[in-house]
């Protein structure tokens, strides 16, 4: 699942994620039975626990790609993201090459970084072996979602070892002064990190609200979009029963 999901991003071919905030094992569990091609756990703003992220991370083994973004930019948020069998992380708020560059360095063993070793289901079985394919297989990617990372992307988009560039797109509009009402100059900034990420050799992708915006981001060149996140699938299932309280 892991390598499938590399060469994916290194052929520039679009991945859809499922995106999970709730903390629930039992919710991927369900959606997974729709064969994502790749599941984004939100360790920034979600309820994810560590234990959480174990459980999870075992279910999905060898079925379906597991990327989380990591509650911060510090080595443990990697470690314990990777420790718990996620084959790539997605890192929050980078706004400069100098912290997109000791991103990788936590997600990655040495020589290409200085990553520890250790966690349960590293050791599981043969360390030797987990070595080498997380060597070959880890994804890391950094969040462009402010003002400062976008003055800074082409350094950032430059650091060696980074996969992907991920567009956060309420955080920009926010720090954009964008928010609510987003203008033309929104659109042109999304426009020019995707330029810039395939300048670089690499692929970008979008947080996007369901599946409809995902296909349009997709179509315009993004490589990752989000097709579904848990909050908004569960909400609006919840609020298709409520007219049924309306009729007794
Ligand atoms: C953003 O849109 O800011 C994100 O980080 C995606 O949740
Ligand atoms: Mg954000």
């Given at each position: 699942a892991a390598d499938q999901l590399r060469s994916h991003l290194k052929a520039g071919e679009p991945v859809e994620l499922f995106w999970f905030s709730t903390g629930s094992p039992a919710l991927v569990e369900i959606a997974a039975a729709a064969k994502p091609q790749a599941i984004m756990l939100d360790a920034q703003h979600g309820l994810w626990t560590r234990e959480g992220l174990e459980w999870t991370a075992g279910q999905l083994e060898g079925r379906v790609p597991l990327l989380i973004r990591t509650t911060d930019l510090g080595a443990p948020a990697v470690t314990s993201a990777l420790d718990a069998g996620a084959i790539g992380v997605l890192a929050p708020m980078v706004e400069t090459a100098d912290q997109a560059l000791a991103f990788v360095a936590a997600a990655?063993?040495?020589?290409?970084g200085r990553r520890s070793g250790g966690g349960i289901r590293p050791l599981k079985s043969d360390f030797a072996r987990y070595y080498m394919e997380s060597r070959a297989q880890t994804v890391v990617g950094v969040m462009i979602e402010t003002r400062a990372a976008l003055e800074n992307v082409e350094q950032i988009a430059a650091v060696p070892g980074l996969d992907f560039l991920f567009i956060g797109t309420g955080d920009l509009a926010l720090s954009m002064g964008e928010f609510p009402v987003p203008s033309p100059a929104y659109e042109a900034a999304l426009t020019h990190v995707r330029e810039v990420a395939a300048a670089a050799g690499l692929p970008c992708g979008i947080f996007t609200g369901d599946e409809v915006d995902a296909r349009r981001r997709i179509k315009e060149g993004f490589s990752i979009a989000v097709s579904a996140n848990d909050i908004s699938v569960v909400a609006k299932g919840f609020a298709t029963a409520a007219p049924l309280r309306d009729t007794g």
């Open positions: 990655r063993f040495a020589p290409e």
